[in-house]
């Protein structure tokens, strides 16, 4: 079982649409979650980042998170052929003392006008 | 923009050959961690640096090594370098009271021949 799972895709969505997003971890005692934006060729954007249980909104961006599921989603609102990119889910576990980033291998999402 | 900062943009070198990929951090940041990027993958770690020492490192052979100097730049040297270690390396910095929030350079794309 992979540490990070999220669906490849592509997810394709038409413009205005909403986007869902999932990804799901297998280190219960992970502490923080991240959602990374990467455009092909780019390094990846920092978008949202969510420690609590519950959502998180940022403009057109909510992170959801359910620790006991062990799942975690971004959802983007009114989507934008700008939008399309390769969204990275990461996760910080319980470590010796450093702090470092499982990621999963990302969804392609394309937002077609 | 991150304000994080990576040299060089682009490298090619040919099998056995060592490399040394450099990044500077955000200012009032002191903790840089690398990551490799395979194509169509997420970023994995290679290994943290926080005042100037070692301090967590993942599934990389020795032959990966790095360095951080005093103003928290960094250097990721790579010897005897392999077809596989083909890929994009990623420096992301943070500081260390806020060490679970990395921002990531442009990146340094290494094809090895």
């Known amino acids: 079982q992979k540490e990070v799972e999220q669906n490849s895709g592509p997810l394709s969505v038409p413009e205005g649409a909403i986007a869902s997003l999932n990804c799901t971890y297998s280190?219960?005692?992970?502490?923080?979650f991240f959602w990374y934006r990467q455009y092909s060729g780019k390094s990846p954007e920092l978008i949202m980042f969510?420690?609590?249980?519950g959502d998180k909104e940022d403009g057109r961006f909510t992170a959801q998170l359910n620790k006991a599921s062990q799942y975690v989603s971004l959802l983007i609102r009114d989507s934008q052929p700008s939008d399309s990119a390769t969204y990275l889910c990461?996760?910080?576990?319980?470590?010796?003392?450093?702090?470092?980033?499982?990621f999963g291998a990302g969804t392609r999402l394309a937002v077609h006008p | 923009e991150t304000g994080v900062t990576q040299s060089p943009t682009h490298l090619i070198k040919t099998r056995g050959q060592q490399v040394t990929l450099r990044c500077s951090s955000q200012?009032?940041?002191?903790?840089v961690s690398w990551y490799q990027q395979a194509l169509g993958q997420g970023p994995q770690f290679i290994f943290q640096?926080?005042?100037?020492?070692?301090?967590g490192r993942g599934n990389f052979p020795p032959r990966f090594s790095g360095l951080q100097f005093p103003n928290y730049s960094s250097e990721l040297n790579v010897n005897a370098l392999e077809l596989d270690d083909s890929a994009l390396y990623l420096c992301a910095s943070s500081f260390s009271g806020e060490a679970d929030t990395q921002y990531f350079g442009p990146g340094t794309r290494l094809t090895v021949l």
């Open positions: 280190d219960r005692g992970s502490q923080s």
């Open positions: 969510i420690y609590s249980n």
């Open positions: 640096y926080y005042r100037e020492e070692e301090n």
């Open positions: 200012s009032g940041h002191n903790t």
């Open positions: 990461a996760v910080l576990p319980l470590s010796g003392g450093y702090n470092k980033l499982i």
